[in-house]
């Protein structure tokens, strides 16, 4: 059983898109400090587990380019350093928990047992959580250096990432590569 924990901690390291999307929110919350980090946390946490909950209830679609578009938004709001209200960090972090889980659920065959469907899903919300809270960590701890410029380069590579991301699928959309 510990195999199925351990594909779901792994699985979390699978897309890229989701990886950018959630380093760009965990730049921006770490940088808002650590109320950032106490109020995110716990609300992507949240986040994760009602899409999962939800996520054989719920048609499948393609979340790239909103997932992208996020990271782009979290990337620009990291390098200008902008200070946001409290109910606003929560939501950027509740949309993005919910389009993570519904795009990232493991795939479940019919006639699992419910410990089989479980326990990859407990496995990615530990993994992603557990990713978000280290580079969370990581930013308030880098804000306190160099007046914040190293979290504002970060930014920028997120930023610059999810350009370039959104640049190929557009380009392989349109038949261009």
């Known amino acids: 059983m510990f195999d199925l924990l351990l594909k779901g901690l792994l699985h979390a390291f699978d ?3 989701h990886l950018v999307a959630l380093t760009g929110l965990s730049l921006f919350s ?11 946390l716990p609300v ?5 587990l009602i899409s ?13 380019f909103p997932l992208l578009g996020l990271a782009l938004l979290f990337g620009t709001l990291t390098i200008f350093h902008l200070r946001f209200y409290r109910g606003l960090l929560a939501s950027f972090a509740l949309i993005s928990g919910l389009l993570i889980g519904f795009t990232a ?7 699992f047992s419910l410990l089989k469907i479980i326990l990859p899903r407990l496995g990615l919300t530990l993994g992603l959580s557990l990713f978000a809270g280290l580079v969370m960590l ?24 999810a350009l ?7 380009a392989s959309l349109n038949g261009k590569i």
């Open 15 to 17: 897309l890229p898109f």
């Open 138 to 161: 990581f930013t308030v701890y880098l804000q306190r250096l160099w007046q914040g410029i190293g979290v504002r380069v970060l930014g920028s590579w997120v930023t610059a990432i």
């Open 30 to 40: 770490g940088q808002q400090g650590m109320a950032g980090v106490r109020l995110v």
């Open 105 to 111: 659920s493991p795939v479940i065959l019919p006639g």
């Open 164 to 170: 370039l991301m959104l640049a190929l699928m557009y």
């Open 52 to 64: 999962f909950s939800l996520a054989d209830t719920v048609p499948s679609f393609d979340g790239t």
């Open 44 to 48: 992507f946490m949240l986040a994760l």
